[in-house]
């Protein structure tokens, strides 16, 4: 397979590889998605890759659980620049004021992919945050959110963010969501990518 078609299967190969590695800890496969300088933007941790590994192990040791499921997406390729979006879920578990509970966060990974010396790779990922619900894992049970926390969250991923908060986390507050300046930003961030362009974060 050549041409653009081949460049849209290996990226996607490496999306799909980034989901199935990372909650599997094959934390050695994982980095081969990445090059040198990407880095991972996410609510509860933003930078290197390299220290979203540590980061990761860290709270994974501490009893931190987060899975990530993907679906469909699309792959833009222009010369050595890609813009790829995957439609994705993360879902976490963590006592939320006292109440096992999980929270399911339903989004798109934008990805900005290069490549360098024959292969690609991940220069940055920025989810994009579009909606998410709270349940508590056993029948019957409810956590009591606290209201003025709560809203100071997004609306695409604030129940995410009061569970990550409760337990320690600091969570960035201006993440994109499915509409707003955030994800025009972005939007036009992955345009200049593909022109060309240097990153502008």
């Given at each position: 397979?050549?041409?653009d078609?081949g460049?849209r299967?290996t990226?996607r190969?490496?999306?799909?590889?980034?989901?199935?590695?990372?909650?599997a800890?094959?934390?050695?496969?994982f980095?081969?998605v990445?090059?040198e300088?990407?880095?991972m933007?996410?609510?509860?941790?933003?930078?290197?890759?390299?220290?979203?590994?540590r980061?990761?192990?860290?709270?994974?040791?501490?009893?931190?659980?987060i899975?990530?499921?993907?679906?469909?997406g699309?792959?833009?390729?222009?010369?050595?620049?890609?813009?790829a979006?995957t439609?994705?879920?993360i879902?976490q578990?963590a006592?939320?004021?006292?109440v096992?509970?999980?929270?399911l966060?339903?989004?798109?990974?934008y990805?900005?992919?290069?490549?360098?010396?024959?292969?690609?790779?991940l220069?940055?990922?920025?989810?994009?945050?579009?909606?998410d619900?709270?349940?508590p894992?056993m029948?019957?049970?409810?956590?009591?959110?606290?209201?003025?926390?709560?809203?100071?969250?997004?609306?695409?991923?604030?129940?995410?963010?009061?569970?990550q908060?409760?337990?320690?986390y600091?969570?960035?507050t201006?993440?994109?969501?499915?509409?707003?300046p955030?994800?025009?930003?972005?939007?036009?961030?992955?345009?200049?990518?593909l022109?060309?362009?240097?990153l502008?974060?």
């Amino acid at each position: 397979m050549t041409g653009d078609r081949g460049d849209r299967l290996t990226i996607r190969e490496l999306v799909e590889g980034w989901a199935l590695w990372r909650d599997a800890l094959d934390w050695d496969r994982f980095r081969t998605v990445w090059h040198e300088d990407g880095r991972m933007m996410a609510t509860w941790w933003q930078g290197p890759y390299e220290e979203f590994i540590r980061v990761s192990v860290e709270g994974f040791e501490r009893g931190v659980r987060i899975l990530h499921f993907l679906g469909g997406g699309t792959v833009d390729v222009e010369g050595d620049r890609a813009i790829a979006q995957t439609k994705m879920t993360i879902n976490q578990r963590a006592e939320v004021e006292g109440v096992l509970s999980d929270v399911l966060c339903t989004g798109r990974f934008y990805d900005f992919f290069e490549r360098r010396g024959g292969r690609w790779g991940l220069v940055l990922r920025q989810p994009i945050y579009e909606k998410d619900r709270l349940d508590p894992v056993m029948p019957g049970t409810a956590p009591v959110l606290d209201p003025a926390v709560l809203e100071r969250f997004p609306e695409g991923y604030r129940h995410l963010a009061y569970l990550q908060h409760g337990i320690g986390y600091p969570v960035k507050t201006d993440m994109p969501g499915i509409i707003g300046p955030e994800v025009e930003r972005l939007y036009a961030d992955g345009a200049a990518w593909l022109r060309g362009e240097p990153l502008a974060r």
